[in-house]
């Protein structure tokens, strides 16, 4: 009552207002309380559920489980590329803390549990490629110890994980590697592209090759793991666990054995190449290899901006493709185009004898047969067997060529040459067919210091023997051969064969059509395939000194390109067998490998003699390969 009364000693003029300071008081107090229990109610009535959720979601953490990645095996089944499940040790910088003075306690504790001195860690941090929010691999193959201790210490490493994952495990080691491919983390703008619509950052994504093209198939979906923890952040149980979908697998056209075969006969060159070996009637790619190679197991480790520049930088340049990015001129392997455009066109006729004197005054310019040969009186037969370049020099001169067209560009354009292939492959280059609109334009632009006159009919005499501008890929001169050998369908070719899921059922099967269907008449055919079986198997031809002695015939034609003042030509050779039913079409081609018998005939024989099991017994592995009966 003393709270509600006045002391009797306090002036009774003052007690009044005593008794107002009261009140106010008392009113104060009482909104206050109410405050408090309408906060309450809020609490736990109104937004019960809300903060129900938060406190579950405190001691609930969720995380992603990537689902293991597909299988790619050969056309037998053979395994190329599998997986090889690790626990990963990554870190998020952005999540660090903002403290000076913790965030080097916390990189130093890291360091130590990473093997990284603090120097190394941050060096780590400040040259891996990395993207805002992205993780970046510490470590790989944490040992339990490790491991147990991260788990059960996460308060003391935020921005931390420890995630377990899969890494690709390449079984025939560096063998079709620009084929395979790679696979690394989706990246920022490719999250905004439709097919990896349900990716997060962090999720791997083919990147390169095949593993890029059939990533949809090869992929899987993620799943789901939430575990209980303590208030301090370490893991008490698992509550639900959703196991992602594995990918499926990936059956190639590749066979192994032929693959392994064409590799190692053009690194025994020691010369940057490339080779292609396809049937010729499905566009299967049978074998295509590119040297110099890599390995591709350097692209599974963490890895520093610098380690990767040391790669990606090399002068020999073995990232690139060769075999479907290297355009080269071809030199004389290009004839049997020039010779398809000339006799559909008519320009000549496959009897008519040319007189070839060794040399041809084009423009006052006098040009020359390779090695100064004169070779008399040749018709289109002949001058693919002996590869006659005077022969080809007259019918460029001949050719109608002008704006966008002419006889022997359009004629190599319907075969494929100077426009992508169409292969499962992404980054395939186009080559170069030149026209004169392309090569004016170019003057007219002078942006280009190679071309430094408009176009001439000397360039139409290049090209009639694959020099000049021409660019090919081993690919597309392959793709040309085998429409020739099998009566004019352009095929596209096509390294996948099916998609089969873990179970080995048969999802999908990859049966691409052809782009188009020439006219080339049978006699056409048969005269340039019969002079190239000439070039090939008769005496005095320009590759018998290698396929003379094969046990059936074969119809290839030679190719030896001038690369540029002080440079090693470039050596080709392209080949369909057998010459009476053709069903492989195989190229090869060296850098400064020389004339095309010398380093890239041997490519092709080396090949040919695996896929037709020539010196091998009965049940060797390529005794079967080429047979009426297997299609691809």
Same mark, same amino acid.
């Given at each position: 009552m003393y709270l509600l009364q006045p002391p009797e000693d306090v002036p009774s003029r003052l007690r009044p207002r005593v008794k107002v300071r009261i009140a106010v008081l008392a009113a104060l107090l009482i909104a206050a309380l109410l405050m408090i229990l309408l906060r309450l109610w809020s609490l736990q009535v109104l937004s019960g559920d809300h903060y129900r959720t938060l406190a579950n979601d405190n001691r609930v953490r969720e995380f992603r489980v990537q689902a293991p990645r597909g299988e790619i095996v050969d056309r037998r089944g053979t395994a190329l590329v599998e997986n090889r499940p690790v626990i990963t040790l990554e870190l998020?910088?952005?999540?660090?803390? !903002? !403290?000076?003075?913790?965030?080097?306690?916390? &990189?130093?504790?890291?360091?130590?549990?990473?093997?990284?001195?603090?120097?190394?860690?941050?060096?780590?941090?400040? #040259? %891996?490629?990395?993207?805002?929010?992205?993780?970046?691999?510490?470590?790989?193959?944490?040992?339990?110890?490790?491991?147990?201790? &991260? &788990?059960? $210490?996460r308060d003391r490493f935020p921005g931390v994980s420890v995630e377990p994952t899969y890494v690709r495990s390449y079984k025939q080691g560096s063998l079709a590697a620009h084929v395979l491919g790679l696979v690394g983390q989706v990246g920022p703008a490719q999250l905004k592209e439709p097919q990896y619509d349900g990716l997060e950052p962090g999720d791997i994504i083919g990147q390169a090759g095949v593993e $890029?093209?059939? @990533?949809?198939?090869?992929?899987?979906?993620?799943?789901?793991?939430?575990?209980?923890?303590?208030?301090?952040?370490?893991?008490?149980?698992?509550?639900?666990?959703?196991?992602?979908?594995?990918?499926?697998?990936?059956?190639?056209t590749l066979d192994l054995d032929l693959q392994a075969t064409g590799e190692a006969a053009l690194r025994s060159k020691g010369l940057p190449g490339a080779f292609v070996a396809m049937n010729v009637h499905t566009g299967a790619v049978l074998a295509m290899g590119s040297y110099p190679t890599y390995d591709p197991v350097f692209y599974t480790k963490p890895r520093t901006r610098a380690q990767y520049r040391s790669l990606?930088?090399?002068?020999?340049?073995?990232?690139? @493709?060769?075999?479907?990015?290297?355009?080269? /001129?071809?030199? !004389?392997?290009?004839?049997?185009?020039?010779?398809? =455009? =000339?006799?559909?066109?008519?320009?000549?006729? /496959?009897?008519?004898?040319?007189? @070839?004197?060794?040399?041809?005054?084009?423009?006052?310019?006098?040009? $020359?047969?390779?090695?100064?040969? =004169?070779?008399?009186? *040749?018709?289109?037969?002949?001058?693919?067997? *002996? !590869?006659? @370049?005077?022969?080809?020099?007259?019918?460029?001169? #001949?050719a109608r060529a002008e704006g966008n067209h002419g006889q022997i560009q359009d004629w190599a354009r319907r075969l494929g040459l100077g426009q992508k292939p169409g292969i499962d492959l992404p980054n395939q280059g186009p080559g170069l067919i030149p026209t004169p609109a392309w090569r004016d334009r170019l003057f007219d632009k002078g942006t280009n210091p190679y071309i430094d006159r408009p176009w001439t009919r000397g360039d139409n005499v290049n090209l009639a023997i694959g020099q000049g501008d021409v660019q090919v890929t081993p690919l597309q001169l392959a793709r040309a051969y085998a429409?020739?050998?099998?009566?004019?369908?352009?095929?596209?070719? $096509?390294?996948?064969?099916?998609?089969?899921?873990?179970?080995?059922?048969?999802?999908?099967?990859?049966?691409?059509?052809?782009?188009?269907?020439?006219?080339?008449?049978?006699?056409?055919?048969?005269?340039?395939?019969?002079?190239?079986?000439?070039?090939?198997?008769?005496?005095?031809?320009?590759?018998?000194? *290698?396929?003379?002695?094969? /046990?059936?015939?074969?119809?290839?034609? %030679?190719g030896t390109a001038e690369r540029g003042e002080g440079e090693a030509d470039q050596s080709w050779y392209g080949a369909v067998a057998p010459f009476r039913d053709p069903r492989i079409a195989v190229v090869a081609t060296v850098e400064r490998g020389g004339f095309g018998v010398e380093s890239a005939a041997p490519v092709v024989a080396r090949i040919l003699e695996r896929y037709f099991g020539l010196g091998q017994s009965a049940g060797g592995s390529s005794s079967g390969l080429g047979g009426a009966s297997n299609p691809e």
């Open positions: 998020r910088p952005a999540a660090l803390p !903002s !403290s000076r003075m913790e965030r080097r306690d916390e &990189l130093a504790a890291l360091g130590r549990l990473a093997g990284l001195s603090p120097a190394q860690l941050r060096r780590k941090i400040r #040259e %891996t490629p990395r993207l805002g929010g992205y993780p970046i691999v510490l470590r790989q193959g944490l040992d339990r110890r490790t491991l147990f201790y &991260l &788990l059960e $210490h $890029h093209t059939y @990533d949809r198939y090869l992929r899987g979906t993620a799943g789901e793991e939430r575990i209980q923890v303590d208030a301090l952040g370490r893991p008490k149980g698992v509550l639900s666990s959703e196991a992602g979908r594995p990918g499926d697998n990936l059956r190639l990606e930088n090399r002068t020999d340049a073995p990232l690139i @493709d060769r075999a479907d990015q290297g355009g080269y /001129p071809t030199g !004389s392997a290009f004839k049997p185009i020039t010779a398809t =455009a =000339a006799l559909e066109e008519g320009l000549i006729d /496959p009897d008519t004898i040319f007189q @070839d004197t060794g040399s041809l005054d084009v423009g006052g310019t006098v040009l $020359h047969n390779a090695g100064g040969a =004169a070779n008399g009186p *040749v018709d289109m037969s002949d001058a693919l067997k *002996v !590869s006659s @370049d005077v022969y080809f020099y007259s019918l460029g001169l #001949e429409a020739l050998a099998n009566g004019g369908t352009l095929v596209t070719p $096509h390294l996948g064969k099916r998609i089969e899921s873990i179970d080995g059922r048969t999802v999908e099967r990859i049966r691409p059509k052809p782009r188009r269907r020439l006219h080339i008449s049978e006699l056409t055919r048969e005269t340039i395939l019969g002079g190239m079986e000439r070039a090939a198997m008769e005496p005095g031809g320009t590759s018998y000194s *290698v396929f003379g002695g094969f /046990p059936f015939a074969i119809a290839g034609k %030679t």
